[in-house]
């Protein structure tokens, strides 16, 4: 009836609405921190007159900011990064696939033991870590790598398991009867199946390690290896830096997030699907 079509429409119209206020509230700061990058170095995050599209843009705050050791700052995040979520993945995703194929004894003691280890704050073990580290000579960018690789294990090992239990296990037998080993039927077929939940880890690794700083600011005792969070926070808290140079530094550090994002979103869809329907 003509009441129904109008109730609906009234509906679609209130969402469409809804959704565009949430999308405004989100994306203003973003664009507002855009805006602010184009302005002189000396000027302020907010003017006397309010200018939507920037007066007089410039690029000077972009000549500043890398004045500064910013390229040193994303090389040294990069080497913290990298390495991380290659020894996260090699060491996780085997222990994953013992743990989702074959049942042994302590196998659900060790699953406990993962999920308990995800409600533990690393910031608890941070002094018995630092003293390790200190130990070692490892207050540097490779100790940084192991400690990282050391929390994040239990997370994707947890997250590789769920989808290896998605494969069906016939894959397996198949190919064990085929001959292949235990190594080559994990790097060979299941790992290739399995790439929506290597995206997941691959991606939440990244953007975990990109964006830490209480770790990073403890184990790095050099200004020389400081990754971008860490100068991120010196530069707010100790140094002068002007706002349109401050955003020129916050879009950045956004940009390798957005890269490895829109990379594996093809993945990540498959993976959000996938751990849909198995929940």
Not at 2 to 29: E, H, N, W
Not at 32 to 58: C, M, N, Q, Y
Request: net charge positive; with cysteine; hydrophobic share 55%.
């Amino acid at each position: 009836s003509g009441g129904d079509q109008m109730s609906k429409r009234l509906k679609t119209f209130s969402y469409q609405l809804i959704a565009i206020l949430l999308i405004a509230l989100v994306g203003f700061p973003i664009y507002w921190v855009i805006v602010t990058s184009f302005r002189p170095p000396r000027g302020g995050l907010f003017t006397a007159e309010f200018h939507l599209i920037p007066k007089d843009p410039t690029l000077e705050a972009y000549a500043t900011a890398f004045q500064s050791p910013l390229l040193l700052w994303l090389r040294n995040s990069m080497l913290v990064c990298i390495p991380t979520i290659l020894l996260v993945v090699f060491l996780a995703a085997p222990a994953a696939y013992i743990i989702s194929r074959h049942r042994f004894r302590g196998r659900r003691s060790i699953l406990m033991f993962l999920i308990t280890v995800q409600l533990i704050p690393i910031m608890i073990a941070l002094m018995p870590l630092y003293l390790i580290m200190a130990g070692l000579n490892l207050l540097n960018l490779y100790g940084l790598v192991l400690v990282y690789a050391a929390s994040f294990l239990p997370f994707h090992m947890i997250n590789l398991k769920l989808f290896f239990d998605a494969i069906p296990l016939e894959m397996d037998e198949s190919a064990y009867l085929a001959g292949a080993s235990t190594l080559q039927i994990l790097y060979r077929i299941i790992l290739p199946l399995a790439k929506p939940g290597l995206a997941v880890s691959f991606v939440l690794a990244f953007m975990g390690v990109w964006n830490e700083y209480i770790l990073a600011r403890t184990f790095l005792l050099d200004s020389s290896q400081y990754t971008f969070s860490v100068a991120f926070g010196e530069i707010t808290l100790y140094w002068q830096t002007p706002w349109p140079v401050f955003a020129v530094m916050s879009i950045i550090s956004s940009v390798p997030l957005i890269v490895v994002f829109i990379a594996a979103q093809r993945y990540l869809k498959e993976g959000l699907l996938r751990g849909g329907m198995r929940g």
